[in-house]
């Protein structure tokens, strides 16, 4: 199997005033500035971007944004264009749950913002994810299917590395991770669909993350399965100490694996 860098985003959501997001990022650099063996990106709440690619200029960090918009620019109030983040955030979550399910993000948009932000020369982290319900009713394959295949509707090919973060929607914030199992055997299920559209070596080199409650005491087991790439973390990005306990155990789980 091809060596995978596995990857860990901090999705702080909108939290943290700027004087807050200003310390977090002070002890973010401290804690984590010259980690090896993983990739991190840290995504602070848009106003902060620009303090964020400040404060971790020089470290092995990156910054990335929550959501962005697929035109460069226009008349659209309130959106931040994907090509107007492009010296500041290297990554763009692209699909995040809270997108699709609490402000009507369509797979359709996720797949415009998801072909922008490639074309833009950025990273994005494709977010997917199965409601509660639906895994209930067994269709968990055929949601995130459908939702892979409207992102990848006008993406000929992914680049190396390309970052999806697999976050079952009922795991998220709630404080029910999905056992090491389940994050295993979708996650494999998510790569043999990345497979069916790209081919295997495209596949293989896909990054997959787990995202949903994940913490500084359940990322160990996670990231011991074979196809879980790092995590994309919520509420525990917000404590400098507890994200670099992840970070760390999900480096020294790739380091275990090689
Ligand atoms: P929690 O880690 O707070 O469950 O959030 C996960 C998430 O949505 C990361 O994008």
């Known amino acids: 199997m091809a060596a995978r860098t596995p990857i860990v985003g901090g999705n702080w959501k909108m939290h943290l005033d ?9 002890e973010l650099r401290d804690e984590l500035g010259g980690i090896e063996g993983v ?20 470290t092995s960090l990156q910054v990335g944004a929550q959501n962005a918009y697929w035109l460069p620019h226009g008349a659209y109030t309130g959106e931040v264009g994907a090509a107007m ?8 979550l692209v699909g995040h749950s809270e997108r699709r399910h609490l402000f009507g993000e369509t797979n359709e948009e996720t797949g415009r913002k998801l072909a922008a932000v490639l ?10 994810g199965e409601l509660q319900a639906e895994r209930e009713a067994g269709t968990t394959r055929e949601v995130l299917r459908e939702q892979l295949a409207a992102a990848f509707a006008d993406v000929e090919r992914l680049p190396e590395g390309f970052v999806v973060a697999y976050e079952p929607v009922w795991a998220i914030g709630t404080g029910l991770t999905a056992t090491p ?14 497979a069916d559209r790209y081919g295997e070596v495209t596949a293989e080199a896909c990054r997959i993350q787990y995202g949903g409650s994940v913490n500084a005491g359940n990322v160990t087991e996670l990231a011991a399965q074979p196809d879980i790439d790092g995590a994309l ?11 670099a306990t992840i970070c760390r155990a999900v480096a ?4 275990g694996a090689a």
Do not use: H
């Open 85 to 92: 983040l492009i010296g500041t955030a290297r990554y763009i």
């Open 18 to 26: 700027r004087a807050g997001a200003r310390d977090l990022l002070r």
């Open 181 to 194: 199992e389940i994050a295993q055997s979708t996650i494999a299920d998510v790569r043999a669909m990345v």
């Open 252 to 255: 020294a789980a790739a380091e």
């Open 119 to 128: 074309e833009l020369g950025l990273e994005p982290i494709l977010a997917i």
């Open 233 to 243: 973390v919520g509420g525990a990005s917000l404590d400098a100490s507890a994200f």
């Open 39 to 58: 990739e991190v990106v840290i995504c602070p709440p848009a106003p902060w971007l620009g303090d964020a690619a400040d404060a971790l200029e020089g």
